[in-house]
């Protein structure tokens, strides 16, 4: 049995949540009962006043810190930032952090039962937008007691989470921490994701979506679809530095195998996650990215979209991200200027393109905690001992 | 203990104001404007030691390089625009001075005044570029590529038809003696001017 990091929260274990109110989605259909998954990590105080959301990105889900056992590999996917002494401290922060609605990872999605016609949703579950997530996530706060979270905090998909938050909660939400994140797709990002859907939709183990009623997986479409969205979450550099030409072995051998150390690299990635997640999710996600969009109700004006957020911002973008690159987070830095609101923006210079938000990087990590920091001390959170 | 010309805006400052604080440093000007005058506004830096301490300190800082302009700030998008020892490290301090004044109708400067008789000593007795308490660095590795005089920036307001509301000295700590009052451009160690967008 291996010791875990002193830094780490440690072995920690996922919760569910039961929902019999029926959700209103955006889309028109209503979710009639529904199930999240969740871990917590630290103490919520007598006055409530300390807990913190973790919205997850695209392929995220809830166990974004510490070990599910003494042998689990690696701990969850933001660990780097939730723990003691880290930028989310744990000591002083009540950490909430929710597997999405339409997730593969427990929380009610395609592959759950329709309590309805008591079989699996499949391709029949309902398209979810990122405020649909937001309203689910209310909900469970309310249920956990949580008026009003000292900060809500999410990269990539999860940073559009936090900026609903601002704007369908205001009241509920005292700080905003949006990272590596974009007001709303590009025409490149949109196309990307439809490449990938288009990778797992003519897969011929696809079947419309119903690949569970014939006992098969697209795990081809899948792979690929993997493959070409880590592209976009590395950058040119990051990938060649990494690999640059190296070749798997001494010669080329003039052929389709794998030659390139690259290639062998994506195949794994597409490989490990075809059997880890599910198709009809990866679908709905994507979907829910390309969907956001605040501004759209408001002529395109995202300051007026803004109107309703009444918290400071923090807003960080990387260097090389190309994904969601810097522009894109001072488009939202702008807007909020114009709007009159608080809010905070750095940069950090990072080789790592998009996935650089869920590193350890030392400026990333000092500006972070600098703002959590300041949030504690807003909340009248006592300093740690 | 502030800065002698931080001191002096902040007394000019007027309650409740929205300011853009170009360079803001630490915040440590903002953030006492925010406690003792209810101002809000923003501070742009690229320092990065500067901005996670204005992060710490609950001061709105946006990473910003001033030489890309202030294009993303509106026509009067605050009421004042403060820039302390920055406009000699710009690239043309004569376009920000009219970004500035686009952005609010009035601006407060302060910059090391080239003429200050130690200056004028070192350069002129010495024969050496000065060095001194505000202008630390030496020649090679200076971010000061455009200094200036009190005379200097005087001239470029009234060629720019601007008015200057006020104008001041700091030398070190402290506010000037009577002596920086009378030859500003002698005795000012810092030159503080407040300039409004139109005379009169």
């Known amino acids: 049995m291996t010791e ?69 590999r690696k701990p969850g996917w933001w660990d780097a930032h939730i723990g003691p002494g880290k930028s989310i401290d744990t000591d002083r922060f ?47 706060a309310d249920r956990l007691g949580i008026e009003r979270f000292a900060a809500v905090v999410g990269g990539s998909l999860g940073g559009m989470q936090v900026l609903q938050w601002t704007l369908s909660y205001p009241g509920r939400i005292a700080n905003a921490v949006v990272i590596a994140a974009t007001p709303k797709l590009s025409a490149q990002n949109i196309a990307f994701n439809e490449v990938a859907r288009q990778a797992i939709r003519s897969d011929p183990d696809f079947f419309d979506g119903h690949y569970a009623d014939h006992g098969t997986l697209p795990r081809r479409g899948l792979k690929l679809a993997r493959m070409v969205g880590h592209i976009t979450y590395l950058s040119e550099d990051a990938m060649g530095s990494k690999f640059g030409r190296d070749l798997r072995s001494e010669d080329l051998n003039f052929g389709y195998d794998v030659e390139f150390q690259v290639e062998s690299y994506l195949r794994y990635q597409g490989d490990t996650f075809s059997t880890s997640f599910d198709a009809n999710t990866y679908l709905l996600m994507t979907k829910a990215l390309d969907y956001f969009d605040p501004a759209a109700a408001h002529g395109g004006d995202l300051a007026a979209a803004l109107a309703p957020a009444d918290c400071p911002f923090l807003v960080v973008s990387f260097s090389t991200d190309w994904r969601f690159p810097p522009w894109r987070s001072k488009e939202l830095v702008n807007a909020l200027v114009r709007a009159g609101k608080s809010v905070s923006y750095a940069n950090i210079d990072s080789p790592h393109g998009h996935d650089a938000f869920l590193l350890p990087e030392p400026r990333y990590q000092a500006v972070f905690a600098a703002f959590m920091q300041r949030v504690a001390r807003d909340q009248g959170l006592e300093d740690r001992p | 203990m502030m800065r002698a010309d931080l001191k002096r805006i902040h007394d000019w400052v ?33 320092d ?25 700030f509106e026509d009067d998008a605050c009421d004042l625009v403060v820039m302390t020892q920055a406009l000699q490290a710009l690239r043309r301090p004569d376009r920000m001075l009219d970004e500035m004044l686009r952005v609010a109708g009035e ?94």
């Open chain 2, 48 to 72: 990065h030691e500067g901005i996670t301490a204005c992060l710490a300190r609950g001061v709105n800082v946006i990473e910003q390089n001033l030489d890309e302009g202030l294009a993303n």
């Open chain 2, 14 to 46: 007027p309650e409740g104001a929205r300011v853009l604080d170009l360079g803001c440093g630490d915040g440590t000007l903002l953030a006492a404007l925010a406690r003792d005058k209810g101002v809000t506004g923003y501070g742009l830096e690229i």
């Open chain 1, 94 to 140: 009540f950490v909430v952090s929710v597997n999405n609605l339409g997730g593969c990872h427990g929380s009610t999605g395609p592959a759950s039962l329709n309590p309805v016609t008591g079989e699996a949703w499949g391709p029949d579950f309902p398209m979810m937008t990122v405020g649909d997530w937001v309203h689910s996530q209310a909900r469970l």
């Open chain 2, 107 to 200: 601006c407060i400067i302060t910059f090391p005044n080239f003429a200050y008789w130690r200056h004028r000593a070192y350069l002129g007795l010495r024969g050496y570029m000065p060095v001194s308490r505000s202008l630390p660095h030496a020649w090679y590795d200076t971010p000061n590529i455009h200094l200036s005089t009190f005379n200097d920036f005087e001239h470029l307001c009234r060629d720019k038809g601007l008015m200057i509301v006020d104008r001041a000295v700091g030398i070190g700590d402290h506010e000037g003696h009577w002596t920086s009052r009378w030859w500003p451009n002698l005795f000012g160690e810092i030159a503080i001017f407040r300039v409004a967008r139109h005379r009169g």
């Open chain 1, 4 to 72: 875990l990091p002193r830094d780490s929260v440690g072995l920690v274990s996922p919760e569910k949540a039961h929902f019999d109110d029926p959700l209103a989605l955006a889309c028109g259909r209503t979710l009639p009962a529904y199930d999240l998954v969740y871990e917590t990590y630290g103490t919520l105080n007598a006055e409530c006043s300390n807990a913190i959301l973790i919205c997850h990105a695209l392929s995220g889900h809830h166990h974004a810190a510490g070990y599910h056992s003494q042998d689990e």
